[in-house]
């Protein structure tokens, strides 16, 4: 079954004490993205990658951390994790952009999320 | 930055046809308007994306306006399951951004 697994779907932590929430997907899909849901602020972007080794940073790259090592997998980590960091996190894929740069209209494909409490 | 308003939220009886409106008024030419709906605290679940043209599939229409300045989605016959949130976001022309807003909520009522 095509889909984007994140783990783990909770996880409850200490100021300080690093973490990673892991992302696969198995659609060979060349873009992935990052992005944290809070209440009235909607989906924010993190981090983005283009492709294997290609990343860069979204709305709300601070204090996060990504890398791109094979095209299946794209790791979140947090290498100091704050309460404000607390929030609900979500991985998505897409097949690319379909040609030109500035068009392509492959969707997002989203994993089940990753809720995240530092205390 | 494209973006998009939505109506915070809407009912719809069950077995209507629940039409939910998006404005896009600063879309550019070559963006394509996208639609996803959230239940509770799962991830985002794509519904239907297009250009300029309607377009249909199995879970619902898409009306876009001809100056594609904002579109409906047509959900034809709402079951109980569409409850949700329903999001309308385009891609920000020249990045790699998509511009999530916080989406209409969707109840249907038996």
């Known amino acids: 079954e095509a889909q984007v697994t994140q783990n783990p779907r909770y996880l409850i932590t200490v100021t300080g004490k690093k973490l990673t929430v892991t992302c696969s997907q198995n659609m060979n899909h060349e873009y992935m993205s990052w992005y944290r849901q809070d209440p009235g602020l909607g989906l924010r972007q993190i981090y983005y990658?283009?492709?294997?080794?290609?990343?860069d940073k979204g709305d709300v790259p601070e204090g996060y951390k990504v890398s791109r090592k094979e095209k299946r997998n794209f790791p979140l980590i947090l290498e100091s994790p704050s309460p404000n960091q607390t929030s609900l996190y979500f991985c998505?894929?897409?097949?690319?952009?379909?040609?030109?740069?500035?068009?392509?209209?492959?969707?997002?494909?989203f994993g089940n999320g990753t809720r995240l409490t530092v205390t | 930055d494209a973006k998009t308003t939505q109506p915070p939220s809407m009912d719809c009886a069950e077995g209507r046809a629940a039409n939910l409106p998006c404005n896009h008024s600063?879309?550019?030419?070559?963006?394509?308007v996208y639609w996803y709906r959230q239940i509770h605290s799962q991830g985002p679940q794509y519904i239907i994306h297009g250009l300029k043209n309607n377009e249909t599939n199995e879970m619902a229409s898409l009306i876009i306006t001809e100056d594609r300045k904002s579109s409906t989605l047509i959900l034809p016959h709402a079951t109980l399951r569409d409850t949700a949130v329903y999001y309308c976001?385009?891609?920000?022309?020249?990045?790699?951004?998509?511009?999530f807003g916080t989406g209409t909520r969707l109840k249907v009522l038996a």
């Open positions: 976001i385009v891609r920000v022309s020249g990045t790699y951004k998509y511009i």
């Open positions: 600063t879309i550019s030419g070559n963006e394509y």
């Open positions: 998505a894929s897409s097949l690319g952009w379909g040609g030109s740069r500035n068009t392509g209209n492959s969707p997002l494909h």
């Open positions: 990658s283009m492709n294997v080794e290609v990343t």
